[in-house]
């Protein structure tokens, strides 16, 4: 039986690369767009991994967010 060894350095890179940065990127973009006015996305670069996140940014923002659930309803 063949046991798994996993490629740390590999996963790493697979984490922490360019094409898991640019997918985090289009994907919070892309989402912060469909959210509408005063939602902002916002990543950086973790100790592990690159991630994003979409936030409401302005006062009328929050407030749509509390009563509609814009990012929920944005996520599907």
Not at 18 to 31: F, G, M, W, Y
Not at 44 to 56: D, N
């Amino acid at each position: 039986m063949a046991t798994y060894k996993s490629n740390r350095a590999g996963l790493e890179e697979l984490a922490r690369g360019s094409i898991a940065k640019q997918l985090v990127v289009d994907h919070t973009e892309r989402l912060a767009a469909a959210a509408g006015d005063g939602f902002v996305a916002n990543y950086q670069q973790g100790k592990s991994r690159f991630r994003g996140i979409v936030f409401a940014d302005t006062w009328s923002a929050k407030a749509r967010n509390a009563k509609q659930n814009t990012l929920v309803r944005v996520l599907g």
